[in-house]
């Protein structure tokens, strides 16, 4: 049926009665939204079929309209005819735009369909990711050197962003408002074997088993003594096999996997197991530089929510030359890394967006290698910092959060930093920092985490001007070692020596994560506090 549009006089009429609710500190005019212009086009664009006859909400209008924006951006981008574009690699880069305005509209029906307290908390997360999807949108091309083609996106493209950027504002102000964002966290008690009480049973003793012991749905070995001889064959496999959402185990033999694996969004819940760091070994070479988008170049990428990896490494062997060469990305909501190694050199680890927990794991790099805008805590990691090209310094972190209003951020607890061995002799060859600002919010903290003498006294590093360093927020707390010294660090607006333990609280596990109200069914040791 065509849809029935409201005179824009009859529209105003409702929105006046919706606005003149105000519940708490909910948000309640457009004129308290980061753009107001688009959100007063609320009342001329407005369907009837979108609105909620029964719950007039500011939150659920602001939501479904930019729904509404979404898909017919999808339809637009999805409905291109690519064979007419002479540019190959913008050709790629369209190719991961598809994929990304795909994954918004999913994320924004979630979003709509999350009503009570806990349920808009989690669309805080889903919103996030969809700010950053439209951003990984355009990065495509200017990774590829095809920035031209940014400036025929037609203005729903680029007004889409700020149509979710209202929706972010407008959604955490009514979590705020019910009291949900500052809950007190509740079902975290550990149990004695380090493991919390909401992981289940089962799920505890696959990440406690050996591989000899291991009850795998699917055996990927490379000798043929398995089910499939590569991991990409038991992907593709899943479609027939899998049943339900139930969590899917593959075990992963011992070897060196020579290929690059893409865990789609419709793949949830799958945990991948392997014999142990550098024994099972996921390992590319895509790059920038030979044509592939940042995105795309990963030799491991995972969006199907639930993921969980243990013991294995992966790996981008392209090298410092080749600049942007990803070993993992990580989109999955909901994902857990346990004792697995990330080697590469810039852009090693690209936490992409949502929430994700790594234990125990290795992480080595020289450029910004650990990067994105999930909301992540690293906790009892190693993190190796090696040698870069001639003339070149090493970022650890390079966080992406583009808005104020993201719950997203990086967050190292109880970790080391250190040189590589390829470093370890020539370290004061290269500066080393722990971070630079990406985008204009981003937010990186070290908690409690050892950091050797190659980190430079002033800790951290520009990106360009004075770009982003009054709206970032960086912090150290607690941290040892010779590189902790915070007495020479930059002066930024940004920059926060955390004296306080309620704030640094703010980035832990049970605070940042928010615990089991979002995790179900899956976890590893962790320490929830500082």
């Known amino acids: 049926m065509e849809k029935l549009r409201l005179g824009s006089t009859v529209i105003f009429y409702l929105l006046v009665l919706v606005l003149r609710v105000v519940n708490g500190g909910m948000i309640s005019s457009c004129s308290q939204t980061p753009y107001p212009e688009i959100c007063n086009s609320f009342i001329s664009t407005t369907p009837l079929a979108t609105l909620n006859k029964t719950q007039f909400s500011f939150r659920d209008i602001a939501l479904r309209v930019t729904m509404n924006q979404a898909e017919q951006a999808y339809q637009l981008v999805s409905g291109m005819d690519l064979s007419s574009i002479d540019d190959e690699r913008a050709k790629l880069a369209w190719a991961d735009c598809m994929e990304l305005f795909e994954d918004t509209v999913s994320l924004l029906n979630r979003s709509i369909g999350s ?14 990711a969809a700010i950053t999807n439209q951003q990984t949108c355009q990065n495509g091309f200017v990774d590829l050197n095809s920035s031209s083609h940014i400036v025929s996106f037609p203005s729903i493209l680029s007004n889409l962003s700020k149509f979710i950027s209202n929706s972010l504002a407008i959604n955490k102000a ?7 964002l500052f809950a007190k966290p509740g079902g975290r008690r550990l149990l004695s074997n380090g493991f919390p009480t909401w992981v289940s049973v089962a799920e505890r003793k696959l990440l406690q088993a050996s591989g000899t012991g291991l009850q795998a749905d699917i055996v990927v070995a490379k000798d043929g003594s398995g089910n499939y001889k ?3 064959e038991a992907v593709a496999a899943l479609a027939k096999l899998r049943r339900g959402t139930k969590r899917f185990v593959i075990y992963v033999k011992a070897g060196v996997y020579r290929e690059n694996v893409q865990i789609k969004k419709s793949m949830k819940n799958l945990m991948f197991i392997g014999d142990g760091i550098d024994v099972t070994v996921v390992t590319g070479s895509k790059n920038v530089e030979d044509g592939s988008t940042t995105f795309r170049s990963a030799s491991f990428g995972v969006s199907g929510d639930g993921f969980i990896a243990r013991d294995m490494t992966f790996e981008n062997t392209a090298g410092p030359q080749k600049h942007q060469a990803v070993a993992f990305r990580s989109g999955s909501d909901l994902s857990v890394l346990y004792s697995c190694s990330f080697k590469g050199y ?14 125990n794991c290795d992480i080595y790099g020289t450029l910004d290698f650990i990067f994105g805008d999930a909301a992540v805590v690293f906790q009892n990691c190693n993190i190796y910092v090696r040698r870069p ?10 966080q992406g959060r ?3 209003n993201e719950n997203t951020g990086i967050s190292i607890h109880n970790s080391r930093v250190m040189a590589a061995s390829d470093l370890r002799e020539d370290q004061g060859s290269f500066k080393t920092y722990l971070g630079r ?21 002033a800790g951290w590093l520009k990106w360009s001007g004075d770009f982003g360093l009054s709206t970032l927020y960086y912090g150290e707390y607690m941290n040892t070692g010779s590189g902790a010294d915070t007495s020479s660090r930059v002066n930024w607006p940004g920059f926060h020596v955390i004296t306080s333990g309620a704030e640094a609280g703010k980035f832990s596990v049970q605070s940042f994560l928010a615990g089991s109200s979002w995790i179900p069914g899956t976890g590893v040791p962790f320490t929830s506090g500082l």
């Open 389 to 398: 090209m001639k003339n070149q310094w090493n970022t650890i972190t390079a």
């Open 115 to 128: 009503k009570n307290p806990k349920r808009m908390k989690d669309a805080q997360t889903w919103l996030s």
């Open 174 to 180: 009514a979590v705020s408002s019910s009291n949900a």
């Open 437 to 457: 600002p990406w985008q204009k919010y981003s937010r990186t903290v070290f908690m409690k985490t050892s950091l050797d003498s190659l980190i430079d006294p």
């Open 402 to 404: 583009t808005d104020r």
């Open 346 to 359: 810039q852009d090693t680890l690209y936490v992409y967006s949502q929430r994700q927990f790594y234990r």
């Open 230 to 232: 590569t991991i990409s």
